[in-house]
């Protein structure tokens, strides 16, 4: 991605935040990591851009199932993330269940860790939900912080085929079943699980339709390997147990 590219976003959406320089050295950052693949291209996205250097990986887990939040993914194959990328975790560790009220309590703590640090921007994985993103730049601006959107507004059908062309590997940990069959938990993201999504489903999961693990992407250093293990259903998502290996 060119820097005028980086600059003026996708269809005219500014992803640079106000304020920051068209040209000098890469700011600080922090980025959302969910591990899944939205959040690994994003970091693929940034690194490329020149803009900003991430310091850190910000992830909520459920400290009741030492799990990373919504995907289901152990905190152990989280961690071994981290390791591929070289870069440190920040970890929120949330309630189960979290009231929204507790949520921002916690993040709210750890953004002031990132401005005791010099860090003023997080970067999100985000794609085209104006809702999400709106909550996010005003939480991200009560906590003096500018959100920083990479992919934002890039076609999600395009965009899934560019992840795989380009190395990303991922298996689905969760899946919606009222939106997909059961089934695909665990299965690989992949060309031949895109050309069999049922109509409607967006291809990269915008709209909550399966979350992923990213196994490989250009940025790892090695492999994150894992198995799939159980297969359960709760609170009416399907989770594929992803086991380290």
């Known amino acids: ?61 459920t400290e009741t199932f030492g799990r990373v939040s919504m995907h289901g993914v152990r905190e152990e194959l989280l961690d071994r993330q981290a390791a591929a990328l070289g870069l440190p975790l920040v970890k929120v560790l949330l309630p189960y269940p979290c009231p929204n009220e507790r949520y921002e ?24 939900l104006e809702e999400i993103r709106r909550y996010r730049v005003a939480r991200m601006a009560e906590a003096g912080m500018e959100a920083v959107f990479p992919l934002w507004k890039e076609p999600t059908d395009r965009l899934a085929r560019r992840m795989i062309a380009e190395g990303l590997r991922a298996r689905l940990s969760c899946v919606d079943p009222r939106l997909l069959p059961r089934d695909r938990a665990g299965r690989l993201f992949d060309a031949e699980f895109l050309a069999t999504l049922p109509p409607g489903v967006d291809p990269c999961g915008e ?20 198995t799939v293990g159980e297969v359960v259903e709760r609170d009416g998502f399907v989770f594929a147990d992803l086991l380290p290996s």
């Open 207 to 226: 709209n909550g339709e399966f979350h992923t693990f990213v196994t490989h992407a250009p940025s790892f250093r090695a492999p994150v390997e894992v």
């Open 105 to 128: 309590q916690e993040m709210a703590r750890v953004l002031a860790r990132a401005r005791a640090e010099g860090v003023r921007h997080v970067v999100f994985g985000d794609l085209f």
């Open 1 to 61: 991605m060119d820097r005028r590219a980086w600059r003026d976003g996708v269809a005219g959406v500014p992803i640079i935040p106000r304020g920051a320089p068209s040209e000098g050295p890469p700011l600080p950052a922090w980025l959302s990591w969910s591990s899944g693949k939205d959040s690994a291209f994003a970091l693929e996205a940034v690194r490329r851009s020149g803009r900003f250097v991430v310091r850190a990986l910000l992830t909520t887990l």
